[in-house]
Protein backbone atom coordinates (compact mmCIF):
# COMPACT_ATOMS: atom_id res chain seq x y z
CA UNK A 1 0.00 0.00 0.00
CA UNK A 2 1.59 3.52 -0.85
CA UNK A 3 0.93 6.98 0.42
CA UNK A 4 0.20 9.04 -2.39
CA UNK A 5 1.07 11.93 -0.26
CA UNK A 6 4.54 10.62 0.09
CA UNK A 7 7.37 12.75 -0.86
CA UNK A 8 9.41 10.95 -3.36
CA UNK A 9 13.45 11.23 -2.34
CA UNK A 10 16.10 10.46 -4.08
CA UNK A 11 19.57 11.73 -1.30
CA UNK A 12 22.89 10.31 -1.10
CA UNK A 13 25.23 11.24 1.52
CA UNK A 14 28.84 9.46 1.17
CA UNK A 15 32.32 10.26 2.89
CA UNK A 16 34.69 7.85 1.68
CA UNK A 17 38.41 7.67 0.26
CA UNK A 18 39.07 8.31 -3.45
CA UNK A 19 40.41 5.19 -4.88
CA UNK A 20 40.29 6.29 -8.44
CA UNK A 21 41.62 10.11 -9.09
CA UNK A 22 39.15 11.99 -11.80
CA UNK A 23 39.42 12.03 -15.29
CA UNK A 24 37.25 14.56 -17.38
CA UNK A 25 35.14 13.31 -20.54
CA UNK A 26 33.02 14.92 -23.56
CA UNK A 27 30.26 13.55 -24.38
CA UNK A 28 28.50 13.58 -27.51
CA UNK A 29 26.46 16.61 -26.85
CA UNK A 30 29.65 18.56 -26.04
CA UNK A 31 29.00 18.18 -22.20
CA UNK A 32 32.52 17.53 -20.26
CA UNK A 33 31.71 15.59 -17.03
CA UNK A 34 34.31 14.91 -14.15
CA UNK A 35 34.17 11.19 -13.42
CA UNK A 36 36.22 9.16 -10.21
CA UNK A 37 35.68 6.63 -7.83
CA UNK A 38 35.07 6.31 -3.81
CA UNK A 39 35.07 3.39 -1.64
CA UNK A 40 33.61 3.08 1.63
CA UNK A 41 34.39 0.95 4.07
CA UNK A 42 31.54 -0.78 5.63
CA UNK A 43 31.48 -1.60 9.39
CA UNK A 44 32.84 -4.93 10.03
CA UNK A 45 34.22 -6.39 6.70
CA UNK A 46 34.07 -4.96 3.34
CA UNK A 47 33.56 -2.16 0.78
CA UNK A 48 31.07 -0.23 -1.38
CA UNK A 49 32.99 1.13 -4.77
CA UNK A 50 30.79 4.37 -5.90
CA UNK A 51 31.17 5.94 -9.17
CA UNK A 52 30.77 9.70 -8.46
CA UNK A 53 30.03 12.10 -11.69
CA UNK A 54 30.14 15.97 -11.43
CA UNK A 55 28.47 18.34 -13.93
CA UNK A 56 29.57 21.47 -12.60
CA UNK A 57 32.82 23.53 -13.63
CA UNK A 58 33.13 24.16 -10.05
CA UNK A 59 33.04 20.72 -8.81
CA UNK A 60 34.68 19.67 -11.53
CA UNK A 61 37.85 21.55 -10.86
CA UNK A 62 37.68 20.28 -7.13
CA UNK A 63 37.61 16.93 -7.63
CA UNK A 64 40.50 17.03 -10.48
CA UNK A 65 42.83 18.26 -7.54
CA UNK A 66 41.78 15.07 -5.29
CA UNK A 67 44.48 12.51 -4.52
CA UNK A 68 44.03 8.72 -3.96
CA UNK A 69 43.46 8.36 -0.95
CA UNK A 70 42.17 11.76 -0.20
CA UNK A 71 38.89 11.20 2.58
CA UNK A 72 35.88 13.12 0.84
CA UNK A 73 32.38 14.11 2.08
CA UNK A 74 29.81 13.99 -1.20
CA UNK A 75 25.99 14.50 -1.58
CA UNK A 76 24.32 13.83 -4.25
CA UNK A 77 21.82 11.43 -6.22
CA UNK A 78 21.60 8.21 -7.62
CA UNK A 79 21.30 8.44 -11.18
CA UNK A 80 20.93 5.56 -13.99
CA UNK A 81 22.03 6.42 -17.35
CA UNK A 82 21.76 4.90 -20.53
CA UNK A 83 23.32 5.08 -24.08
CA UNK A 84 23.43 2.91 -27.15
CA UNK A 85 26.76 0.59 -27.42
CA UNK A 86 27.69 -1.74 -29.98
CA UNK A 87 24.27 -3.57 -30.89
CA UNK A 88 22.43 -2.24 -27.92
CA UNK A 89 21.60 -0.04 -25.40
CA UNK A 90 23.92 -0.50 -22.16
CA UNK A 91 23.84 1.36 -19.15
CA UNK A 92 25.53 2.17 -15.26
CA UNK A 93 24.44 3.69 -11.78
CA UNK A 94 26.22 6.62 -10.32
CA UNK A 95 26.10 9.60 -7.97
CA UNK A 96 25.77 12.70 -9.48
CA UNK A 97 27.12 15.08 -7.15
CA UNK A 98 25.85 18.09 -6.08
CA UNK A 99 28.20 19.47 -3.11
CA UNK A 100 31.81 17.88 -2.61
CA UNK A 101 34.43 18.45 -0.13
CA UNK A 102 37.46 17.06 0.44
CA UNK A 103 38.06 16.50 4.12
CA UNK A 104 41.56 14.96 4.59
CA UNK A 105 44.63 15.24 2.01
CA UNK A 106 46.87 12.25 1.32
CA UNK A 107 49.22 14.80 0.87
CA UNK A 108 49.42 16.70 3.92
CA UNK A 109 49.13 13.68 5.79
CA UNK A 110 52.60 12.41 3.69
CA UNK A 111 54.21 15.61 4.17
CA UNK A 112 57.50 15.65 6.27
CA UNK A 113 57.21 18.24 9.49
CA UNK A 114 58.99 20.99 9.70
CA UNK A 115 61.29 21.38 12.35
CA UNK A 116 61.67 24.13 14.11
Known sequence: MTDIDTEHRNEVLLVGR??????????????????????????????????????????????????KGDVVEITGALRRRFWRAGAGLDSATDVEVLKAKRLTSTVAATRPRKRG
Open 18 to 67: VTSPATERVLPSGDTITSWRVTIDREGEGRDVVDCTAWTARLQRSALTWQ
